[in-house]
């Protein structure tokens, strides 16, 4: 597979990553570790380089699995992680304070059998402490050599001005795909003028421009889409037109309408890297393939003309998680 950097600094990852979080959680109960691990060698063994992963994934469990499976591999591949999200009584809350933070850090060496983290995100801004404290505190654990990247999850353009001031920022962790295309407003712009890269987590918008999923479907009662808007039956019945048009065109070229979809993703910019996230071995070589698949300016032309008459229905997150996004 080819490798992209992201933005302009040295982090060189596959042109497809893989996200990891729902071999935990959030997607239903947690996968079967043995498989899990013969999947990471999989993708491995077909290109990926670029493994994605979070402390609060399981909680925990997540960056254990990965220290298992990627520990034979360690010089081939780059592992990012994440800091800044706890559960309190059953919620989420951020944490980024200094000392969290370091504490954190410590935890996710020892779980992912390293002695320095690649890329190392905040997971969700945490308004209780400034951007400027944070971004001291990761600049102090790159001197330290326990960190080589600082990168930044869902934040908004003004906490990435402020960060990058302090500490380069090489990464973004953002949604971004043909059905939340939000980022293009501000998000994009920005990240191009400081060379900062994008990684696009939920490229396959949760898995429903897979087109595996319509009206009809059930999700496990542990499955978070449940509480997703976008899912409501109603929702997904409103937005197979897209999934539709992806499927035309991949009709037309021997491809599935996920792999028209990241296909899409990878021409916006060639510093975006996709880290879609499967638990099944068909599923991702399905997504591997995409990168091999070509998308003429006609075809690109095409689906953008069709994207302006199409409205996604349904908002991506309940609005409580939506609050701590775009700060």
Excluded at 197 to 210: I, M
């Amino acid at each position: 597979m080819e490798k992209r950097k992201l933005g302009n600094s040295n982090l060189e990852v596959s042109a497809i990553g893989l996200g990891c979080m729902g071999m935990s959680m959030s997607y239903g109960p947690p996968a079967d570790k043995k498989e899990m691990i013969a999947l990471i060698h999989k993708a491995i063994e077909d290109g990926v380089t670029f493994f994605d992963t979070a402390e609060f994934y399981g909680p925990y469990a997540n960056e254990e699995l990965l220290g298992e499976a990627l520990a034979p591999f360690r010089n081939q591949i780059v592992i990012a992680t994440k800091f800044g999200i706890k559960l309190e009584n059953g919620r989420q809350v951020q944490d980024s304070r200094p000392e969290r933070i370091r504490q954190s850090l410590e935890g996710s060496l020892k779980r992912l059998k390293v002695d320095t983290i690649d890329l190392y995100y905040q997971h969700r801004v945490d308004t209780s402490v400034p951007i400027e404290e944070v971004a001291g505190t990761v600049k102090d654990l790159i001197q330290e050599g326990k960190v080589k990247h600082f990168g930044l999850s869902e934040a908004g353009v003004q906490t990435i001005r402020r960060a990058h001031a302090v500490q380069h920022v090489k990464a973004l962790q953002s949604e971004y795909s043909l059905w939340w295309r939000r980022p293009e407003e501000q998000v994009l712009p920005t990240l191009e003028e400081l060379g900062i890269g994008l990684v696009a987590f939920s490229p396959l918008g949760k898995g429903f421009l897979t087109g595996k999923i319509n009206e009809k479907t059930t999700f496990d009662k542990t499955d978070f889409r449940n509480i997703v808007p976008r899912f409501t039956p109603d929702n997904r019945k409103a937005n197979q037109t897209l999934v539709d048009l992806l499927t035309k065109i991949g009709n037309s070229k021997n491809a599935t309408p996920a792999q028209i979809a990241l296909a899409w993703l990878l021409v916006q910019k060639p510093w975006i890297v996709p880290i879609p996230g499967t638990t099944k071995l068909n599923r991702l070589e399905e997504n591997i393939g995409a990168a091999s698949i070509t998308l003429t300016s006609e075809e690109l032309s095409s689906i953008n003309s069709a994207l302006e008459k199409i409205k996604v229905a349904g908002d991506r997150y309940p609005e409580e998680l939506e609050k701590r996004t775009g700060l």
